[in-house]
């Protein structure tokens, strides 16, 4: 179907993209040479939440608390920390011989500075500064963070899903809804941009002042230790080409290979397949609230009866079923959160008459539906074209726009006209982990202009994700995560279509990969 159209036109594209990257072959000694889902295409995991940025940062930049296997919060860059008896004043000391990658020590001002920046990007942040009287660097090495009222959360805030990474302060005071462009950081590798090739290329090298923790790595936590000297991304756009410079051993490992190619890569010699995650990938459609046609709710209503998760799940893993997990919700099957709550709109007979007829009486006026389409990234294809064909089939006047995943980053950042180079509609996906709970759902907002992309408003959601981050207990937190998928699924803030398991493809020598959320490069070891 449409994922094999893909692959077969996948060698022409390779052609024809005359990308520059260094030759293959032209690899030192000790590299490990990746190719990731799509090219870094911003440096910046503040500003963006692309999967490829968030990777880079967890290379380049330090955390202070990191999560482990069991999702508990972990110290990385602190030695310890204090709390007041009345939960009212956090005092956090870092530990010895902590370095930025210019050789600047790491200080408790650089922290402070972090967390104002993270804080007002992620949903984690923005809870904890809403209640933070004040952030203050009490000398070089200790910090304190003084509260309005307790945040018994503050720990897994800082090393949890909305993960913040400690920047130099002068990077750190840059507006956050700016970008940074440059990458100093104090983590266990070294970003090397003097080897960057727009759209094909990026390097890190070992920092070998880094000093990691004496503990086994788990997820997030314990020891970051950098075993291979140098990391490259090499960026293949077409998979097929991909998959045969894996099989050949010219690349070591292939973070997304299409779902089509994983049959013939388990039965290759020299080659593993390996999940680099617990937890399934949710796909969604995400909808611009505030530019027509999607911000009249009775259109945003009138889709639903017609998503078969099904149906895009099955165009994403053809007849491997065990990789699908349907119906997904609005949180992550398979963790606390999620529950059956409203999912009778996702789950009851599906109804394209009954959509083409709402669409109608929405009020709909054949304007162009501008649907933004990733043509580099293996899972998001399939979704993107079932998406515009069903778009089609309910009577929407579709302008399907394909092109590749950096260019749709910057493109989605656009709130202006669709006509002026805004948008309508693109598909995309989330780590399981960040789509577990409301405080780190960045899809799930409802405040507007300063949520993600979409931008939808609705103060029902936003005051249960407030009374979430106040419930006294992991019952009453289900609870109110029930009423949010709900409302959800009323309001339509987003469209989930189903949920993913897609493993990496490695050569047979690699071996130490952590099981996290995202791609981790430490503790991988290259025999």
Same mark, same amino acid.
């Given at each position: 179907?449409?994922?094999?159209?893909?692959?077969?036109?996948?060698?022409?594209?390779?052609?024809?993209?005359?990308?520059?990257?260094?030759?293959?072959?032209?690899?030192?000694?000790?590299?490990?040479?990746?190719?990731?889902?799509?090219?870094?295409?911003?440096?910046? %995991?503040?500003?963006?939440?692309?999967?490829?940025?968030?990777?880079? =940062?967890?290379?380049?930049?330090?955390?202070?608390?990191?999560?482990?296997?069991?999702?508990?919060?972990?110290?990385?860059?602190?030695?310890?920390?204090?709390?007041?008896?009345?939960?009212?004043?956090?005092?956090?000391?870092? *530990?010895?011989?902590?370095?930025?990658?210019?050789?600047?020590?790491?200080?408790?001002?650089?922290?402070?500075?972090?967390?104002?920046?993270?804080?007002?990007?992620?949903?984690?942040?923005?809870?904890?500064?809403?209640?933070?009287?004040?952030?203050?660097?009490?000398? #070089?090495?200790?910090?304190?963070?003084?509260?309005?009222?307790?945040?018994?959360?503050?720990?897994?805030?800082?090393?949890?899903?909305?993960?913040?990474?400690?920047?130099?302060?002068?990077?750190?005071?840059?507006?956050?809804?700016?970008?940074? &462009?440059?990458?100093?950081?104090?983590?266990?590798?070294?970003?090397?941009?003097?080897?960057?090739?727009?759209?094909?290329?990026?390097?890190?090298? /070992?920092?070998?002042?880094?000093?990691?923790?004496?503990?086994?790595?788990?997820?997030?936590?314990?020891?970051?230790?950098?075993?291979?000297?140098?990391?490259?991304?090499?960026?293949?756009?077409? %998979?097929?080409?991909?998959?045969?410079?894996?099989?050949?051993?010219?690349?070591?490992?292939?973070?997304?290979?299409?779902?089509?190619?994983?049959?013939?890569?388990?039965?290759?010699?020299?080659?593993?397949?390996?999940?680099?995650?617990?937890?399934?990938?949710?796909?969604?459609?995400?909808?611009?609230? &505030?530019?027509?046609?999607?911000?009249?709710?009775?259109?945003?209503?009138?889709?639903?009866?017609?998503?078969?998760?099904?149906?895009?799940?099955?165009?994403?893993? $053809?007849?491997? &079923?065990?990789?699908?997990?349907?119906?997904? $919700?609005?949180?992550?099957?398979? &963790?606390?959160?999620?529950? #059956?709550?409203?999912?009778?709109?996702?789950? $009851?007979?599906?109804?394209?008459?009954?959509?083409?007829?709402?669409?109608?009486?929405?009020?709909?006026?054949?304007?162009?539906?501008?649907?933004?389409?990733?043509?580099?990234?293996?899972?998001?294809?399939?979704?993107?074209?079932?998406?515009?064909?069903?778009?089609?089939?309910?009577?929407?006047?579709?302008?399907?726009?394909?092109?590749?995943?950096?260019?749709?980053?910057?493109? *989605?950042?656009?709130?202006?006209?669709?006509?002026?180079?805004?948008?309508?509609?693109?598909?995309?996906?989330?780590?399981?982990?960040?789509?577990?709970?409301?405080?780190?759902?960045?899809?799930?907002?409802?405040?507007?202009?300063?949520?993600?992309?979409?931008? %939808?408003?609705?103060?029902?959601?936003?005051?249960?994700?407030?009374?979430?981050?106040?419930?006294? #207990?992991?019952?009453?937190?289900?609870?109110?995560?029930?009423?949010?998928? /709900?409302?959800?699924?009323?309001?339509?803030?987003?469209?989930?279509?189903?949920?993913?398991?897609?493993?990496?493809?490695?050569? $047979?020598?690699?071996?130490?990969?952590?099981?996290?959320?995202?791609?981790?490069?430490?503790?991988?070891?290259? =025999?």
């Amino acid at each position: 179907m449409r994922r094999r159209q893909f692959l077969a036109g996948g060698a022409a594209l390779a052609a024809g993209t005359g990308l520059a990257r260094p030759s293959l072959a032209a690899t030192p000694a000790g590299t490990l040479r990746f190719v990731p889902q799509a090219d870094l295409s911003s440096l910046d %995991p503040v500003w963006t939440t692309a999967t490829v940025a968030f990777n880079h =940062g967890m290379m380049v930049y330090d955390t202070l608390y990191g999560i482990d296997a069991s999702l508990t919060p972990r110290p990385q860059m602190v030695a310890g920390h204090e709390v007041s008896d009345d939960g009212l004043s956090w005092t956090f000391t870092l *530990r010895d011989g902590l370095l930025f990658h210019d050789n600047e020590p790491v200080r408790a001002a650089d922290c402070v500075a972090s967390i104002n920046r993270w804080g007002k990007r992620k949903g984690f942040g923005q809870q904890l500064l809403a209640l933070a009287d004040e952030i203050a660097a009490l000398d #070089d090495r200790r910090f304190r963070i003084r509260l309005k009222a307790p945040f018994p959360l503050m720990t897994f805030a800082l090393g949890g899903p909305d993960i913040c990474m400690i920047m130099p302060e002068r990077q750190a005071k840059v507006d956050a809804f700016a970008q940074i &462009t440059d990458a100093i950081g104090s983590g266990p590798f070294r970003y090397l941009p003097g080897e960057r090739v727009s759209g094909s290329f990026s390097a890190w090298e /070992r920092f070998a002042k880094y000093q990691p923790r004496q503990e086994p790595p788990s997820f997030w936590a314990g020891g970051k230790v950098a075993n291979v000297a140098r990391v490259e991304w090499r960026v293949i756009p077409d %998979p097929a080409t991909a998959a045969n410079a894996l099989q050949q051993g010219e690349v070591d490992w292939l973070e997304s290979p299409l779902f089509d190619l994983l049959s013939t890569l388990r039965r290759q010699p020299g080659v593993k397949l390996v999940s680099t995650s617990s937890l399934p990938t949710p796909g969604v459609i995400a909808l611009n609230h &505030t530019q027509p046609p999607f911000d009249n709710p009775k259109l945003v209503r009138a889709i639903l009866p017609a998503i078969d998760q099904a149906e895009f799940m099955t165009a994403v893993v $053809g007849d491997q &079923t065990d990789l699908m997990t349907v119906p997904t $919700g609005v949180f992550t099957p398979g &963790t606390p959160m999620a529950s #059956d709550a409203g999912m009778e709109a996702l789950t $009851g007979k599906r109804d394209l008459a009954l959509a083409r007829r709402l669409v109608a009486e929405s009020g709909y006026k054949g304007e162009p539906v501008v649907f933004l389409s990733a043509s580099d990234q293996a899972a998001l294809v399939p979704i993107a074209q079932v998406g515009q064909s069903l778009f089609r089939q309910i009577g929407l006047n579709v302008d399907f726009q394909t092109m590749d995943w950096g260019t749709l980053v910057g493109r *989605r950042a656009s709130d202006k006209p669709a006509a002026e180079g805004g948008w309508n509609a693109f598909c995309t996906s989330w780590a399981g982990l960040s789509l577990s709970n409301p405080g780190s759902h960045f899809p799930l907002r409802g405040n507007g202009k300063g949520g993600w992309f979409g931008w %939808p408003t609705s103060p029902r959601l936003e005051a249960l994700r407030d009374a979430w981050f106040k419930a006294s #207990d992991l019952a009453e937190q289900k609870r109110i995560c029930a009423g949010m998928q /709900r409302i959800a699924l009323e309001e339509v803030p987003f469209v989930p279509v189903g949920s993913y398991s897609l493993p990496s493809a490695l050569r $047979g020598n690699l071996d130490g990969v952590v099981q996290a959320s995202g791609t981790m490069f430490w503790g991988v070891r290259k =025999g």
